[in-house]
Every structure is written in structure tokens, then in C-alpha cells.
């Protein structure tokens, strides 16, 4: 049987860090690409698609994307799937071991099974390490992962002992990915299709909420935070990710009714952790 082709796509960002960093991410999990892989920082992402024709959409994507910075792209090699395997390895924070199916499991660890093909979220990102750490040093209970992802947060916090644990997206391939993973990891977070800084999707009340997400929804969900019903359901506890370091007084100043509890830094990338003032 002759083996599918593929193109390599190499995609260099205008712009680090902000709202086009969303965008980027939003488009690419759009396409669905067959692997893809983060090279310098973030600098620079490869993905991969089949060879072949477009639907009308998929073109629309890539032409959005080519705005939002350099894109090239090129037919790819015999054995790209070997080579882009090579690159995801497995990621330990604390007591937590997160790897591709390809890896074996380890002792001694708490292991999460992330597939890296659909979702995006492998936890090598420095904002994904941040969260993982962080959520060893916060007291076990109920928990929101907002923008989950592939998942690996909420898998990550039911490997811990948070119990139980609500994972949120608003794209639907996200949430897809985080309910198969969960699924092979024998968990059970309870995942659905929402957008966090919507009033119009309801939030249950948890004691912890980690989101690691950027600067624009951050604040939009610290807006909603500042809203009437939020005494409801805001946690007790609030671990804010996705930031460049020079991002994190603004959204500490939006973020109304919480105390900055500590920052945590990792090449340039931030982490809020906030207590909810009693």
C-alpha cells in the first residue's frame, strides 16, 4: 500500500506573545494537522498536512495564518513521522510525568498519556510547567481547567488528587481531544464545549481555577470575576497563565477581590497564583 503524502508547513510569527498568539493557535488547531512541533521559544511551528487538494476553509486558514507572520511550506520526506516523534518527549514536573503513547510509563511518577496529534498541549510549554508545579503547591479540591486543550491540566490534577475536575474549551476538537485522553488514562474530568469568559456559559463553583491562557481572555475573564454572579462559583483559588512577564500588573489590577499570593518566571512566561480576599 502506498504511503500517504504529506506537505511540511513552517510558520514564524510576526508578532510574540498577545492576541496573535491566540489567533496562531486557534487556526492551527482549526487544521487539525497530522504532528506539529514548537522549535526556539515558540519562534518558530511546524505542522504537517496531507498533500492534495484543500477544502475551501483549510485554504482560508492557511491564508489567515500567512498573515500573521512568515509562512513556507515544502513536500515532506520519507520518515517525517519518526522524526517528529523523536521530538516529543516526555515532560517531568514534581511528581508529574507527562508523555507521548509512545513512551513508556515510569515509577515513582504520576503518569499522564497526552496524544500531541489533534489538541495543543503536550506540557513542554513553559506555561503549561508553570501551571504543573503550581498545582502542587495549592490545597486539593475542586477544580476548572478554562481552555483545557488536550487536557493535560485536568489530567494532571486528577493524577494529584483534585476531586472533582471540570475541563472547559470553547473549540470543539479541544474538548474531543481532552475526553480521548482522558479516556486512555482511565479518568474521568467532566468535560464540555464553553467559553470561560462568557456570562452566558456557567461555571461551576470549584475551590481552584487554573487557566492558562493569554492576555485578552485573562482580562475578559477577569471581568467577568467583577460580575454580579460571580460570588457564585469564583474559586477560592486562581492560577493565571499564558503571560509574558511584563503582562502581569495589568491583569493583576483587573483582578478585583484577589490577592497576589506569588509569581512563579520561566524564560519570560508568567504565572499569577491569587487568593480570593475573605
Known amino acids: 500500500m502506498k504511503s500517504q503524502a504529506f506537505v511540511r508547513y513552517t510558520f514564524h510569527p510576526a508578532v510574540r506573545g498577545g492576541e496573535d498568539d491566540l489567533a496562531v493557535r486557534d487556526l492551527l488547531t482549526a487544521l487539525q494537522p ?26 482560508a486558514r492557511l491564508t489567515r495564518l500567512a498573515m500573521l507572520g512568515a509562512l513556507s511550506s515544502e513536500a515532506q520526506e520519507s520518515g517525517w513521522l519518526y522524526g517528529w516523534r523523536r521530538f516529543h518527549h ?5 511528581v508529574v510525568r507527562i508523555r507521548p503513547p509512545w513512551y513508556p510509563a515510569k515509577s515513582g511518577c504520576l503518569d499522564v498519556v497526552v496524544d500531541t496529534g489533534m489538541a495543543f498541549g503536550t506540557g513542554s510549554h513553559f506555561t503549561t510547567r508553570l501551571c504543573l508545579r503550581a498545582l502542587q503547591d495549592v490545597p486539593l479540591g475542586s477544580l476548572v481547567d478554562a481552555g ?18 471540570w475541563a472547559i474549551d470553547n473549540d470543539p476538537v479541544a474538548v474531543e481531544s ?16 464553553g467559553d470561560v469568559t462568557d456570562a452566558r456559559t456557567a461555571l461551576p463553583a470549584a475551590d481552584v481555577m487554573v487557566a492558562n491562557l493569554l492576555r485578552g481572555p485573562l482580562l475578559e475573564l477577569a471581568r467577568r470575576l467583577r460580575a454580579a454572579d460571580a460570588g457564585a462559583w469564583a474559586p477560592t483559588r486562581l492560577l493565571l497563565s499564558g503571560l509574558l512577564e511584563e503582562q502581569g500588573d495589568e ?14 518566571v520561566s524564560s519570560g512566561w508568567l504565572l499569577l497564583d491569587c487568593a480570593r480576599r475573605v
Open 34 to 59: 497530522a504532528g506539529w512541533q514548537e522549535d526556539d521559544d515558540d519562534r518558530t511551528v511546524r505542522f504537517w498536512l496531507p498533500s492534495g487538494a484543500r477544502a475551501p476553509e483549510q485554504e
Open 251 to 264: 491583569v493583576l489590577d483587573a483582578l478585583e477581590g484577589y490577592a497576589l499570593v506569588r509569581r512563579a
Open 178 to 193: 481532552c475526553a480521548r485522553n482522558a479516556a486512555v488514562n482511565g479518568l474521568e474530568p467532566h468535560v464540555f464545549l
Open 90 to 94: 516526555p515532560v517531568t514536573e514534581g
Open 148 to 165: 483545557t486543550g488536550s487536557g493535560v491540566l485536568a489530567l494532571a490534577a486528577l493524577r494529584l488528587g483534585f476531586d472533582p475536575v
